[in-house]
Structure formats: structure tokens, C-alpha cells
């Protein structure tokens, strides 16, 4: 079975604050691909990585970071000094198998305070 | 290049009446996929076409529902005799073949409220 949990319902943080969303991946696949979308209150999603199974390589986007270990089945996103703009709903999907179909996770929210 | 549109943005219908959301993909986008989601949770997958052809049907798909793609452009996604279940946000998203990693572009949404 194919599954993505994200424990964190929502996170509050103050402005300047680090903040790492935690997601959790299940797949018996050994190709696969990991997305992570945000969700601003306008309500459109809005693309920010992706990554494949056999690319575990962190990488960094300005405040934004990835880190991808397959060891924990995990692809955890972080942003460093916060701001209020970056308050949103955060998805993290998977896509394996032979479909295209992306599964989500139940979404963290997270509220950045001024 | 413009992004995935779609129509109506909100929807207010009487339970047994019937609906129709519209999508369009963004230009040269081949693929195109409709996920609803409910309050509090994420997407969920109902169905997607490649072109004209619809590839893969959700079992959340039921028979009130219907979804066409028929020029290989843009899609329609029908629901019959609604009912208050069907309440939700209708996504719309597209993506490009070129490449493997297909990462599917959104559009704003359709919200639906069934009375």
C-alpha cells in the first residue's frame, strides 16, 4: 500500500523562527517520486519540489531546504527564518508504481506570527 | 504561459441537481488530473487523461460521476444528482510528459456547496 503521513496537524512559530515539517513515505515501489506543495489560503497549490528515488540528495532554495533519507522513509522539508508569508498548508505527495496519481498526506499548517 | 484555469471558482447547488466544473490545462500540458478535497485534508485522486484518453478511474469516481476530455484540451468533470457528500474543493491539475518526473501544475479550484 502506498501512503504518506504527516504527523504535524499545524505548527505555530514566531517570525525569524527555523521550522522543519516532517513527512513520512510508505511504498514496496523502488522507483518513486516525492513532491511537496503549499497551499496559501487562496487555496491553489502551488508546486515547490520534487525528487526520485534514487536522488538522495539534500538540497537548498534559499530559505528552503529538503533533506531525503530513504533509510526513514522520510522527506522532511525546513525553512529557515520564517516569515509571515510563508504561513500555508504544506502537502507532501508520492508517486509510484505505474501511475501518475499523486497521494497526499493530510497537510501541516503552519501559522508564522509577526 | 499561463497557468491551469478552471470554472466555475464557486458553486452553490440544490441536493439532486446537476453540476458541471470546467478545466483548462496550461497550452502542451498532455496529461490533466481531477482530485477533490474536503475540509482538513489533502487531495485525493479521482481521475487523469492522457490526450483524449481517460487512464486511470478512482473508485471515489461513482457512477454520478463523469469525466471527459474530448479534443485532448480541455476537460469537464459532471457530477449528477448531487448530494451534500459531495461537497468539496474540484483541483484540477496538468503536467508535460517530457521528462520522468511529471510534476503536476494546479489550478485555483472549484469549490463546491451541495444544500
Known amino acids: 500500500a502506498q501512503k504518506v503521513t504527516q504527523a504535524q496537524t499545524e505548527i505555530s512559530v514566531v517570525e525569524k523562527e527555523d521550522v522543519t515539517l516532517d513527512c513520512v513515505y510508505e511504498t514496496r515501489d523502488t522507483t518513486y517520486y516525492l513532491f511537496w506543495y503549499k497551499q496559501p489560503p487562496s487555496g491553489e497549490l502551488v508546486f515547490l519540489i520534487r525528487r526520485n528515488s534514487f536522488d538522495e540528495q539534500n538540497e537548498i532554495s534559499g530559505r528552503y531546504s529538503w533533506n531525503f533519507q530513504k533509510s526513514t522513509s522520510s522527506f522532511n522539508f525546513t525553512i529557515t527564518a520564517s516569515q509571515v508569508v510563508d504561513s500555508a498548508v504544506y502537502f507532501c505527495a508520492l508517486r509510484s508504481g505505474n501511475t501518475d496519481k499523486l497521494i497526499f498526506g493530510t497537510g501541516t499548517r503552519l501559522q508564522v506570527f509577526p | 504561459d499561463t497557468g491551469v484555469s478552471q470554472n466555475p471558482r464557486h458553486k452553490i447547488t440544490k441536493r439532486g441537481q446537476n453540476v458541471t466544473f470546467r478545466c483548462d490545462p496550461i497550452?502542451?500540458?498532455?496529461?490533466l488530473y481531477w482530485y477533490r478535497q474536503t475540509l482538513g485534508q489533502g487531495p485525493e485522486f479521482l481521475t487523469y487523461?492522457?490526450?483524449?484518453?481517460?487512464?486511470?478511474k478512482s473508485r471515489l469516481l461513482s457512477d454520478r460521476f463523469s469525466a471527459e476530455r474530448p479534443k485532448g484540451s480541455f476537460s469537464t468533470l459532471e457530477i449528477q444528482r448531487t448530494e451534500q457528500g459531495d461537497s468539496a474543493m474540484y483541483l484540477c491539475a496538468s503536467s508535460s510528459l517530457a521528462g520522468s518526473y511529471n510534476e503536476q501544475f494546479f489550478g485555483p479550484g472549484t469549490r463546491l456547496t451541495v444544500l
Open positions: 487523461f492522457q490526450n483524449e484518453a481517460q487512464l486511470e
Open positions: 497550452s502542451e500540458h498532455n496529461r
